[in-house]
């Protein structure tokens, strides 16, 4: 065979490789050479959240039993720059709340939208019953975090017991919450909330529960929890200034009834009759107690009460008790809301009681 005959049987050869390679439609489709302009290529997105929980990476609904209403992403902070709750909010003071937004897309947030509203304690949230205290806009990177701040100084309305609540999203990347209107932190992701209140025990405390108004007249369960779990999700700043220990509530602990005023206006506290010994460190043994009927004993086990709202805005007045604490001690009380109907628990306030 001379070099010329050579060669032929070279592209021969090659030839035939390449037909068996590309002569193929599934081979040419594997390689990105069939049918190129039916497919569109990779398309990276944002994936913006403000964690309800640590450990939290976006994922929606929150887990049933999780309490996302102390988000680790709100902080509020003092003129000294300490780190506050949100309850120790006084006239004429100098604060600034810190939003911390995770984006763990592939694509640069150059113009992630901020806003941070201010609201009573309450249970259920929309922009029409909350204020607006500000909004930024602030460039997120990809698999990154970003922080947005907001100096304020304090006006008589925003002083007591307060509520903070975050919403990111952005215009530009599409990435938008589930509603503008209702606040949905358990499905909504874009959504953060910081509800946590340090109440003296022995007080009254009031607070709100919004509704939509497809929520009206559905039958509602309010469920007061303290346990070890919650303990746990007592933020770590928190540990510093008080000896936080758990309180065991017994069976006839509380009792849901109207309030002697508007008629959207219940009242939470202990059942008529039933003294503060009904609430006692585990460790002291329970006193005897006159046996209730089964109905009521059953209700009281769960610590629930049912009830159905025929108003959107309803003002609960909660009966804080003498929990035996001393000075320095606190313990945590979680007020849980669920919709019997679905099972769902539409949101909650963590009291932190202390002696």
């Known amino acids: 065979m001379n070099d010329k005959e050579y060669l032929r049987k070279l592209q021969k050869d090659a030839k035939a490789s390449a037909k068996k390679v590309y002569g193929s ?12 302009g039916e497919k569109p290529p990779y398309d990276a997105t944002t994936y913006l959240y403000i964690r309800a929980y640590d450990g939290d990476y976006g994922a929606r609904p929150v887990p049933p039993g999780t309490v996302f209403w102390l988000s680790p992403d709100v902080e ?3 003129s000294a720059g300490t780190r506050i709750t949100a309850t120790d909010i006084n006239t004429g003071q100098h604060y ?3 939003v911390t937004v995770t984006n763990d897309g592939d694509q640069n947030c150059n113009a992630c939208m901020v806003e941070l509203y201010l609201d009573d304690p309450s249970i259920g949230f929309s922009v029409a019953a909350s204020s607006l205290l500000g909004s930024v806009t602030i460039p997120v990177n990809s698999h990154d975090k970003a922080v947005a701040s907001f100096p304020f100084t304090a006006s008589a309305a925003m002083a007591g017991h307060k509520c903070l609540f975050a919403r990111a999203y952005s215009f530009l990347s599409n990435e938008l919450p589930l509603d503008f209107v209702a606040f949905n932190a358990v499905e909504d992701r874009h959504l953060g909330q910081q509800n946590l209140n340090i109440v003296k ?4 405390i009031d607070f709100m529960i919004h509704l939509e108004i497809g929520q009206l007249h559905t039958n509602f369960a309010l469920m007061l929890k303290t346990d070890k779990k919650i303990l746990r999700q007592i933020p770590n700043f928190i540990r510093t200034n008080f000896n936080v220990v758990p309180i065991a509530i017994t069976a006839a602990a509380f009792n849901l009834q109207p309030h002697a005023g508007p008629l959207n206006r219940l009242e939470l506290g202990l059942r008529p009759g039933v003294g503060t010994a009904a609430i006692k460190p585990p460790s002291r043994p329970p006193r005897a107690t006159t046996r209730p009927d089964l109905s009521e004993a059953l209700n009281r086990k769960r610590n629930t009460w049912n009830h159905k709202f025929e108003q959107e805005f309803n003002k609960l007045r909660l009966q804080i008790p003498d929990m035996g604490l001393k000075k320095g001690e606190a313990t945590p009380l ?9 099972g769902k628990i539409v949101g909650g306030i963590t009291f932190l009681v202390t002696g």
């Open 25 to 36: 439609a599934a081979n040419r489709e594997k390689m990105g050479m069939e049918n190129r």
């Open 76 to 78: 509020l902070f003092d």
């Open 96 to 98: 600034t709340v810190e």
């Open 201 to 204: 025990q022995n007080t009254l």
């Open 334 to 342: 979680n007020l849980w809301m669920k919709d019997e109907k679905t």
